[in-house]
């Protein structure tokens, strides 16, 4: 078929061949027709490939979500615990990382995986070690502390300890929440016995006697060690009088140990003691302090091995040991 235009009419003139009688057929088609044709035929086209184009549009957006927008979100989202130190939560999986994916982000998730897991696992070996370092250090504190409170050569609290523990149940007594009985103690004549028998059997002796009167006191009642020879007892609760018996066994258990002296008056290591109970005329630890320390000197000023004790009168009373005591 040719075709062959007529620009007299403005048509087109297609023409073919008959075979046979050797004829022509030729079929005329106005050129409006055909341009109508060609527009709705272009119409037809554009607009089929419009729709293939957003098609086309939509199937890549569609891959590049699924292959990186969302993965690089996971890992945005995976990366803002890592910045807040939330490590557990991308090792644990509570986090979703596109680790299965087969490209250059699976890769670097997996990158990203394996570096949180490993300094999730410093972090938690870290804060173990932490944890035991500050516990040591708490054990090593408490230890120090407890030696800094205690007599080396006695065993007992010193006097550190003392002027703690008794500016505490002083403000409690105060308070109407206990009561406090202190015994101030001093081993009669202990300097001649150091020069008599030597140092080192005087450091025996006070520890003897330090663990003697340790003994003889309740669980919840102290001795300390207040200075030199000198020993001091908090009695916690108890009545008056059943402190002041407590007092006395506590003078008759070191007469007990008979430890020989024969320069002394007794021929054994006695003591002097000073009991105070604790009342409204005291108005600070230095109150109570003074009074126990004068009714020691009451009792060596009498002739030592004696308990001076106050008087519910605020007077003073002593009582002796004699040797066949």
């Known amino acids: 078929v040719s075709l062959v235009r007529n620009t007299v009419d403005d048509t087109w003139l297609a023409v073919s061949e008959l075979k046979g009688p050797n004829w022509w057929f030729v079929s005329v088609y106005p050129e409006s027709l055909i341009a109508a044709t060609a527009n709705q035929t272009a ?14 549009i939509g199937i890549i957006g569609f891959i590049i979500r699924r292959d990186a927008e969302r993965p690089l979100e996971q890992l945005r989202e995976a990366a803002q615990h890592v910045q807040r130190g939330d490590y557990a939560a991308v090792a644990e999986g509570r986090v979703n990382l596109p680790r299965e994916l087969g490209n250059e982000v699976g890769m670097l998730a997996n990158t990203f995986y394996d570096m949180t897991v490993s300094i999730r696992d410093t972090q938690m070996t870290l804060e173990q070690t932490v944890a035991d370092r500050t516990r040591e250090l708490k054990q090593a504190n408490a230890s120090l502390r407890e030696l800094s409170l205690h007599d080396g050569l006695l065993g007992i609290h010193n006097r550190r300890a003392f002027d703690q523990d008794l500016l505490r149940v002083f403000t409690k007594a ?6 406090l009985h202190l ?21 025996q002796t006070l520890r003897k006697i330090a663990e003697t009167i340790s003994d003889t006191i309740r669980n919840e009642d102290r001795v300390y060690r207040y200075g030199g020879e000198e020993l ?45 109970h604790c009342h409204a005329g005291h108005t600070g ?23 001076t004790f106050a008087k519910k009168n605020w007077g003073a009373e002593t009582v002796g040991f004699n040797d066949s005591a």
């Open 43 to 56: 119409a037809a086209v554009l607009s089929t490939g419009i729709a293939l184009l957003f098609l086309l």
């Open 174 to 179: 105060r308070l109407s929440h206990g009561n």
């Open 183 to 203: 015994m101030l103690i001093d081993v009669d004549q202990f300097k001649l016995f150091n020069d008599s028998y030597g140092h080192i059997r005087g450091d």
């Open 232 to 276: 001091a007892v908090f009695f916690n609760r108890g009545s008056v009088e059943s402190v002041e018996r407590a007092a006395e066994r506590v003078m008759a258990a070191v007469r007990n140990l008979a430890i020989e002296f024969a320069e002394s008056d007794h021929g054994i290591i006695t003591i002097s003691a000073g009991l105070v």
């Open 285 to 307: 630890v230095d109150d109570v302090v003074a009074e126990a320390d004068k009714l020691l000197y009451e009792s060596k000023n009498k002739g030592r091995n004696l308990l």
